[in-house]
Nanobody
Framework: QVQLVESGGGLVQAGGSLRLSCAASGRTFSNYAMGWFRQAPGKEREFVAAINRSGGGTAYPDPVKGRFTISRNNALNTVYLQMNSLMPDDTAVYYC????????????????WGHGTQVTVSS
């Protein structure tokens, strides 16, 4: 399996931006599709973004489409989540995830999870 470590979370005002990073180690990073999920207090974990192995294909749910961008650098074994126009409803712990295919990520069929990074958006 691959080990995942997130970074880049923090406190930001509404309308601001953050970029999350997820560094992978262990198995070959380019063998995995990658994704981001989030979980707010009292809510279920929800899918935020996914990217295929090459980086040429992405997927987003409607609440973040147009505001969030997922990307990856296979040479650096890192996946990123650029978050713009942040809103208080985006407040959550954000988790990095790995799976064989993007379709597995969107169906929450995850091989490996990171430990999460807190994002707090103040109004």
């Amino acid at each position: 399996q691959v080990q995942l470590v997130e970074s880049g979370g923090g406190l930001v005002q509404a309308g601001g931006s953050l970029r999350l990073s997820c560094a992978a180690s262990g198995r070959t990073f380019s063998n995995y599709a990658m994704g981001w999920f989030r979980q707010a207090p009292g809510k279920e974990r929800e899918f935020v973004a996914a990217i295929n192995r090459s980086g040429g294909g992405t997927a987003y749910p409607d609440p973040v489409k147009g505001r969030f961008t997922i990307s990856r650098n296979n040479a650096l074994n890192t996946v990123y989540l650029q978050m713009n126009s942040l809103m208080p409803d985006d407040t959550a712990v954000y988790y990095c995830a790995a799976a064989s295919l993007v379709g597995q990520i969107t169906r929450h069929l995850i091989d490996c999870w990171g430990h999460g990074t807190q994002v707090t958006v103040s109004s």
